[in-house]
């Protein structure tokens, strides 16, 4: 009777071993487009209000192909992040060509495309590196946005290498997804690899086999207007901060009751009004009804914001 048991559990099991040998079949699982088309989308939508000029991202492509064989045909020719997903106990790369990385930094940094696209063989500026991680950490977060269907998983940013032989992921010759997402922004463009492992989709293969799509409850007025009602009664925590600044631990630990601690600011000087780390706005800060008060004078230039902390790096 065990060997019975045993048998028919190894039938079970056979399929599942004979699709793992097999490898991937992108059109056995087209929710692998689903999900590529919607970071896609999502990149396209998280960049528009830091760019001077509409970035558009799509989906050129989906292939199988082996790890080593990918890399080596960008050597020297592009910028790569690794990414690990503590999930699925794998790391996940992300690989922009030159042409992709110019072309960002000239429309984050308000190019109009007038001037001829950068065609010099040259390595990437400390600048353009910076940039380059902080389009990583976003790309990042718009692939968990697109798997999160199927897979509740996260994606962190380990380093970003320009050496494509630095990039070990597991044997040259494992087997793994390339997608190719075109850029297109300023009259030229750029291509994005992405690149991930068969062994962590594996384990995905079932539900990566069929489309996960909207129950349409959006198109319900009364759902929407639930939802509307809901998120205006969400309650929010607001900061406001006249002046931030970095000091050693030891002045810290000197600190003590009555000590005084002098600003640079002025009453002039306008305050952050941010929340959950996010600034809004720049406020004038005074007094109404024996209260401080807050006075909207400026919004905030997201771009602006943007640009500033890339080079505050």
């Not at 970071?39 to 989906?62: E, H, K, N, R």
């Not at 996940?92 to 429309?107: G, K, N, Q, S």
């Not at 495309?113 to 400390?126: L, M, W, Y």
């Not at 690149?195 to 086999?209: E, F, G, T, V, W």
Request: proline share 4%.
């Amino acid at each position: 009777m065990m060997t019975e048991e045993i048998d028919v559990d190894q039938q079970k099991r056979l399929p599942n071993y004979l699709l793992d040998a097999a490898g991937i079949s992108i059109d056995r699982m087209p929710m692998l487009n689903v999900i590529f088309d919607r970071m896609a989308g999502t990149c396209t939508d998280s960049l528009q209000p830091m760019a001077g000029t509409p970035c558009y991202f799509s989906v050129s492509g989906i292939s199988n192909g082996r790890v080593g064989d990918i890399i080596k045909e960008y050597e020297a020719n592009a910028v790569a992040a690794v990414l690990y997903a503590e999930q699925w106990d794998t790391r996940v790369l992300i690989m922009l060509d030159r042409d992709f990385v110019f072309t960002m930094v000239e429309a984050m940094f308000g190019s109009d495309g007038a001037e001829p696209p950068i065609d010099v063989e040259r390595s990437f500026s400390n600048i353009e590196l910076r940039l380059v991680q902080a389009l990583f950490e976003r790309f990042a977060k718009a692939l968990q946005s697109a798997f999160s269907a199927i897979s509740d998983v996260t994606f962190r940013l380990e380093r970003v290498e320009t050496a494509m032989a630095s990039l070990a992921i597991g044997r040259s010759g494992n087997m793994s997804i390339c997608a190719n997402i075109m850029l297109q922004a300023l009259f030229r463009g750029g291509q994005m690899f992405l690149i991930i492992p068969h062994s962590a989709l594996n384990p995905l293969r079932q539900k990566l086999a069929h489309v996960v799509v909207s129950d349409g409850r959006a198109s319900d007025p009364h759902w929407r207007e639930q939802m509307e009602s809901e998120v205006h009664r969400t309650e929010v925590t607001l900061s406001a901060v006249l002046e931030q600044r970095m000091l050693p631990l030891g002045d810290v630990a000197k600190f003590h009751v009555g000590q005084v601690l002098e600003l640079d600011a002025t009453p002039r000087t306008l305050a952050r009004f941010e929340s959950n780390n996010q600034v809004l706005f720049w406020c004038q800060i005074g007094q109404l009804d024996g209260y401080y008060a807050m006075q909207v004078a400026d919004p905030v230039d997201q771009k602006r914001e943007f640009v500033d902390d890339i080079l505050s790096r």
